[in-house]
């Protein structure tokens, strides 16, 4: 069956980074979703995928679609059994999430290719205003069905707990909230990592083929079109929302000049606007991972949703930055990431009394590079697999708990204890003691300074 597809895809985030709304990729029909176990069933007009690990799943900046072309004798919609301007699909699934993009690619794809188009949707924590009234939106692009499917779990626990473990911060600031979204829903990022997972696929992207160069001319082909869209030119943020952050660009943003308006933030609460007394909250960390906040534990995906709302109340997480894309261009982008601060900053201070120095450095510098392959959509690369397994491995005994304190934007730790604490305050202290004995450090201190003397002695001629 792999060998029948054809990716339809966007080399916008192979070139860019990852950005903006993600989208999936999909399968030409329902059979073919059985194929890779996953199950299809009608419910209130929308057709929702369930029980299907193993679905190819794409997700990238730009729409992408897997179709089958070797299935030409599938029945299409009177409307869609012409040839198209480009050639003939008979029907194509794409990864929707109803934005400007996905919604102008809809009637993008049956002028050009004469098709069906089946959207598909995952549920990666995106809130109820963006799957509400979904379907309607769909249809009303000229899609002839919405499939769905909750990933919120999934993508918790497989991706964002393993970059979090990992201590995975792209450029100083960014926690990767849109590119750990994507390998949940495609199980593929952008054309490298389909051939990595089937060389066989062909790759084909609408984004080079047609004349829409900017959100302005997608707007106006929406229009032209009767294309319901989310954005109009006098205000045209480009946003992505999942369960782990919310990223905006565009509009002012483009200028590194211009402070964000106050308005834009729909995730975190204005530091100046929070309240005025500190909340403490306590998280619990099993093996780097987190699994309780105030000692009740949670799932993943509730645990992360509890601290969002914690954290956002407070005005925790925001990120003004500037950062470079994959081809050495700099974008700027804002984002809010609450409960992904606060559980950064948990484990963080765990590590500092779990891991001894030399590991803390390795983990660390490993940790640079860890970011920048998930940032390139190479979450699928052995490398990075590998260099999890070592995560994993260190981390075995980052376990205990860390409170911190949140006030108007802030993040402190208040108290860390683990079992497995290297911290001992019978060699710590500064009051003598049996184990450490404060005169010991002459001796080390002359013999560390040594090449430094020599060099010295050197240069003066001793």
Not at 198 to 212: C, K, Q, T
Not at 272 to 292: C, L, W
Not at 389 to 401: L, P, R, V, Y
């Amino acid at each position: 069956m792999a060998a029948q597809l054809k990716a339809v895809s966007s080399l916008g985030p192979a070139l860019l980074g990852p950005k903006r709304s993600e989208r999936l990729c999909a399968l030409k029909n329902p059979a073919l979703f059985q194929e890779l176990g996953a199950e299809t069933r009608e419910l209130r007009g929308n057709a929702s995928v369930r029980n299907g690990s193993n679905v190819l799943r794409a997700r990238w900046s730009k729409p992408i679609q897997a179709v089958s072309s070797s299935d030409r004798a599938t029945e299409v919609a009177d409307s869609t059994t012409s040839k198209g301007l480009r050639g003939k699909l008979n029907k194509v699934v794409l990864a929707y999430s109803g934005g400007l993009d996905t919604s102008v690619i809809v009637p993008w794809l049956r002028e050009n290719y004469g098709c069906e188009v089946v959207c598909f949707t995952a549920d990666v924590g995106q809130g109820v205003m963006e799957l509400e009234g979904l379907e309607a939106k769909a249809k009303a692009s000229g899609a002839c069905q919405l499939v769905v499917k909750d990933l919120k779990e999934e993508f918790v626990k497989d991706y964002i707990f393993p970059c979090l473990r990992a201590g995975a911060i792209y450029e100083r600031k960014y926690l990767l909230g849109t590119s750990m979204a994507r390998p949940v829903i495609a199980k593929v990022r952008f054309e490298l990592t389909f051939f990595a997972l089937n060389p066989e696929l062909n790759v084909v992207a609408p984004w080079r083929e047609w004349d829409i160069t900017g959100r302005e001319d997608a707007i106006e082909y929406a229009k032209k079109h009767n294309v319901p869209v989310p954005v109009t030119k006098k205000s045209i943020y480009s946003r992505d929302r999942n369960l782990w952050h919310l990223s905006h660009e565009g509009d002012i943003l483009e200028d590194p000049a211009n402070e964000p308006k106050e308005d834009m933030y729909m995730m975190s609460a204005s530091p100046e606007a929070a309240p005025d007394q500190p909340e403490y909250v306590e998280i619990g960390i099993m093996s780097g991972i987190p699994v309780s906040v105030n000692g009740e534990k949670l799932s993943p995906a509730s645990l992360l949703s509890k601290l969002n709302d914690i954290g956002g109340k407070h005005g925790v997480g925001r990120i003004d930055m500037v950062e470079n894309r994959l081809v050495g261009m700099k974008s700027r982008g804002v984002y809010e990431t609450p409960g992904g601060t606060i559980l950064f900053t948990a484990v963080q201070e765990l590590e500092s009394l779990t891991l001894d120095r030399e590991t803390m450095q390795v983990k660390d510098s490993l940790a640079l590079k860890y970011a920048e392959l998930v940032y390139a959509g190479r979450w699928f690369d052995p490398l990075r697999e590998s260099m999890d397994a070592f995560m994993q491995k260190i981390t075995e005994t980052t376990t205990g708990s860390v409170t911190l304190k949140l006030y108007k934007g802030s993040v402190s730790v208040a108290s860390r204890t683990s079992p497995h604490s290297l911290y001992r305050q019978d060699i710590s202290s500064f009051e003598s003691g049996q184990i450490y004995d404060q005169a010991d450090a002459a001796g080390f201190i002359r013999l560390y300074g040594l090449p430094m003397r020599v060099r010295a002695m050197l240069e003066k001629g001793i």
